[in-house]
T-cell receptor, first 119, second 113 residues
Framework: AQTVTQSQPEMSVQEAETVTLSCTYD???????LFWYKQPPSRQMILVIR??????QNATENRFSVNFQKAAKSFSLKISDSQLGDTAMYFC????????????????FGQGTILTVHP | NAGVTQTPKFQVLKTGQSMTLQCAQD?????MSWYRQDPGMGLRLIHY???????DQGEVPNGYNVSRSTTEDFPLRLLSAAPSQTSVYFC????????????FGNGTRLTVT
């Protein structure tokens, strides 16, 4: 079974600074995808960024980028120029697909990291 | 485009009562799933479906039933509510394409007293 671990229950950062959220995972699969989701106080789940395991290039979306280390099974999220609106819980998630397709939709989530951006 | 619609947003039940959480999506997604979110535990998969007429159990299925009679709808039934089922519930859907992300509803906060 796949596991996803976020070892930082809470983090804080000053506005305009950079913060990195950690995520490690355990899998024997070679073909998979990793995601970061953001959950603001509104409770809505918002996709932040996606990484394909077979792509060595780290994904980037505006101020959000990842450091994907496949051998180390590490997938950290870097938020640059932090904004007050980045205050949220962030979830790391993993999904793979097998030949039968029955694992489709089975996203495995980490425990979450609460990020607070201070003015 | 409504996306994934969950109802109700909030619900309070007494122990032993039953209820159905509704979920509908208008994106023609093949895959739908239910998660529960509890503090310190992330989101855990309850049940999922890979298409109409096909459902399967996730990580924490006990006390819940699902059915998928249409592509659009995937209701979650609590058979006999227990305080341990107090949680926030999310319905989510995605296409069958590899790596396609989950699209989430806005969640239901359920309290069982």
């Amino acid at each position: 079974a796949q596991t996803v671990t976020q070892s930082q229950p809470e983090m804080s950062v000053q506005e305009a600074e950079t913060v990195t959220l950690s995520c490690t995972y355990d899998t024997s699969e070679s073909n998979y995808y990793l995601f970061w989701y953001k959950q603001p106080p509104s409770r809505q789940m918002i996709l932040v960024i996606r990484q394909e395991a077979y792509k060595q290039q780290n994904a980037t979306e505006n101020r959000f980028s990842v450091n994907f280390q496949k051998a180390a099974k590490s997938f950290s999220l870097k938020i640059s120029d932090s904004q007050l609106g980045d205050t949220a819980m962030y979830f790391c998630a993993f999904i793979y697909s097998n030949a039968g397709g029955t694992s489709y939709g089975k996203l495995t989530f980490g425990q979450g990291t609460i990020l607070t951006v201070h003015p | 485009n409504a996306g994934v619609t969950q109802t109700p947003k909030f619900q309070v039940l007494k122990t032993g009562q039953s209820m159905t959480l509704q979920c509908a999506q208008d994106m023609n997604h093949e895959y739908m799933s239910w998660y529960r979110q509890d503090p310190g535990m992330g989101l855990r998969l309850i049940h999922y479906s890979v298409g109409a007429g096909i459902t399967d159990q996730g990580e924490v299925p006990n006390g819940y039933n699902v059915s998928r009679s249409t592509t659009e709808d995937f209701p979650l039934r609590l058979l006999s509510a227990a305080p341990s089922q107090t949680s926030v519930y999310f319905c989510a859907s995605r296409t069958r394409d590899r790596g396609s992300p989950l699209h989430f509803g806005n969640g239901t906060r359920l309290t069982v007293t």
